[in-house]
């Protein structure tokens, strides 16, 4: 090993001193020399954000250390396959998994430090359990799609509701005020992940309406008879002076009509319609 006092670059072990003077005398002294010890480095703070979307996006970062980390160099390991995974002290576009973190001192002395846990952000994911579709009715936009549930969402989520042309028709969960028409949710959460709905389409359903009601009057002869609607809706009210509804007297939005000059007992009839739906002509 040496034939001098000194002697370096041992490696930890036991080694033996022998001294022999001129005259033949000799005596010997053992000396143990310890392994070196790794100077401890902890991570005293770290950012870690698990994977999603179903790819290979976390990351972990090490902010900072109990000791210097100029002074060490580390290298990350994929703990499941044993593959080192990067160096450094972050790793960047890992899958889910667990990654050990080992340091190596200015000695040569290596050591694990951390263990990162990266986890995988679930997909959003639609649930149409407690889903409520209403189709239009009279054409009138009444239709309605509510109660989706969206499970999974990394807040903030965005909405946004396209038709059959792919015009934007909404950016709530819930939409109304709906026509006929195909409709798909498309929705983009906190963690980038995008999704999207199956479509829905609604139809329209024309129904006969209910008449509008009326009192019968008593007027003297030759006076002005004032019909007073009894059960006015939002629509279209037309005064005809036949049940087929072919003679044409007035029409207004209030169902009130005025007839002039009345010389005899005299029925009329009023239809109502709103939309596309009409009641019958109705005396």
Known sequence: MGNSVDVYNLVAGSYQLKVTNATGCSQSISVAVPPAMFKYINVTSTSLRNAFCNQSNGFVTLNSFSQDPSQYTFRWVNQSTGVTAGTGTSLTNISEGSYELFATDNKGCEQKILLGVIGRTPLPEFDYSNINIKNDQCQLHQGAITGIQINNLVSPTTYTWYDQNATIVGN??????????????????????????????????????????????????????????????????????????TILLDENTSGNFTVNHLTADTSFYVQYLSGTCSSRPHR
């Open 172 to 245: 709530t969960p819930d939409l109304q005020q709906l026509g006929t028409g195909t409709y798909t949710l498309k929705i983009t959460d906190g963690g980038i992940c995008p999704a999207e709905s199956k479509p829905f389409t609604l139809i329209n359903l024309d129904v006969t309406l209910p008449p509008p009601a009326y009192d019968n009057i008593t007027i003297p002869k030759n006076a002005n008879a004032n019909l007073q609607i009894r059960n006015a809706s939002a629509g279209t009210y037309r005064l005809y002076a036949d049940a087929a509804g």
